[in-house]
């Protein structure tokens, strides 16, 4: 049974940081891309980072690039997110994601339960 399980999120204010992790099993994950979503409250879910099996290619979203770095360590096939400059409009529960390299179009095959991140101002 594949499983995805984020951890790491919490409160933080403003300006600070959090780095998210998501413990990815039951399957091999050799040539997917990992990335990350987020849901906030009323609204649908976005994108926000995506990075391909060796690392060599990493996708954001115009509203945290620069902020937030995706990464992965295929060792433990653990994808992580360094979240940077915390903005209260940053708080959702954010989703760790698997797909194939058509994810853009096909979607992602499989998702985490998500954790929540909450910036104060």
């Known amino acids: 049974q594949v499983q995805l399980v984020e951890s790491g999120g919490g409160l933080v204010q403003a300006g600070g940081s959090l780095r998210l992790s998501c413990a990815a099993s039951?399957?091999?994950?050799?040539?997917?891309?990992m990335g990350w979503f987020r849901q906030a409250p009323g609204k649908e879910r976005e994108f926000v980072a995506a990075?391909?099996?060796?690392?060599?290619?990493?996708y954001y979203s115009d509203s945290v690039k620069g902020r937030f770095t995706i990464s992965r360590d295929n060792a433990i096939n653990t994808p992580y997110l360094q979240m940077n400059s915390l903005k209260p409009e940053d708080t959702a529960v954010y989703y760790c994601?698997?797909?194939?390299?058509?994810?853009?179009?096909?979607?992602?095959?499989?998702w985490g339960k998500g954790t929540l991140v909450t910036v104060s101002s």
């Open positions: 994601a698997a797909g194939g390299n058509n994810w853009r179009s096909r979607g992602m095959d499989y």
């Open positions: 039951g399957r091999t994950f050799v040539g997917y891309v």
């Open positions: 990075i391909t099996w060796s690392g060599g290619s990493t």
